[in-house]
């Protein structure tokens, strides 16, 4: 996309050159090794396809065939980045593998990317998620009413971009306190800037989080599980 339709921190390619926005009209060059450049521009691809998809599906009136073709892109997108190999012949592997998802982490559209696998932390590999094989999404209505505190926060997140605690209420009757319980492990209350999801809190500058968390956790121990859950992703000091 061109850089005026970027987010504030995405990246774009320039003259064949990844470049960072960092304000209206300023941006930085990506900083990285070759492999780190060349994963990053697979990334990007990936991004702006599920961007395109994601579009065509809550259009009205675009045509199932249109939407299928834009799927299929996705999908060679994907397969291209996990099947990659670096100059050892080693794979890449899936985005949300450590060593990949740091390469943009800090990228507003980076959780959208981590959606698209499920992943497991033990044996670092992915499963596809739905949007892969069959369509997600339609058109946009109005939501007025979810059954649980699950529902109510992605309609949060599609509604408003955020999670939003008393629009969660209203939808589904749930007390904030409750949802926050059955929430625990998708959501957290970041120190600095209140309720976000977990892809976006345990990404990023994690050590800068940690720091902050652990000196919230001293006064206030619902911070506690921020700490312990951040620790996990914790990259180990070299």
Known sequence: ?????VKIYGHYLKDGKIRQKIGDTQSQ?????DE?????????????????LLNKQLTEGVDDREIEAVRVKLNKAYDAFVNGRNAKGIKNGPITKPANR????DDPDMPSLLALEHYNYTNQTAKKADIFTKRTQFPPTVVSEV??????LLA??????????DYMGEISGIDPATMLTELEGLVFKDPQAGYTIAEMYLSGDVRQKLKIAEDAAKTDRSYVPNVTA???VHPKDL
């Open 29 to 33: 060059a990506f900083v990285g090794s």
């Open 147 to 152: 059954g649980n505190s699950k529902d109510a």
């Open 230 to 232: 951040l620790r996990e």
């Open 1 to 5: 996309p061109p850089p005026s339709v």
């Open 102 to 105: 740091k390469i943009i982490s």
């Open 156 to 165: 949060s997140l599609n509604e408003k971009g955020v999670v939003d605690l």
């Open 36 to 52: 780190a450049v060349r994963k990053a521009k697979r990334l990007l691809t990936i991004r702006d396809t599920l961007r395109d």
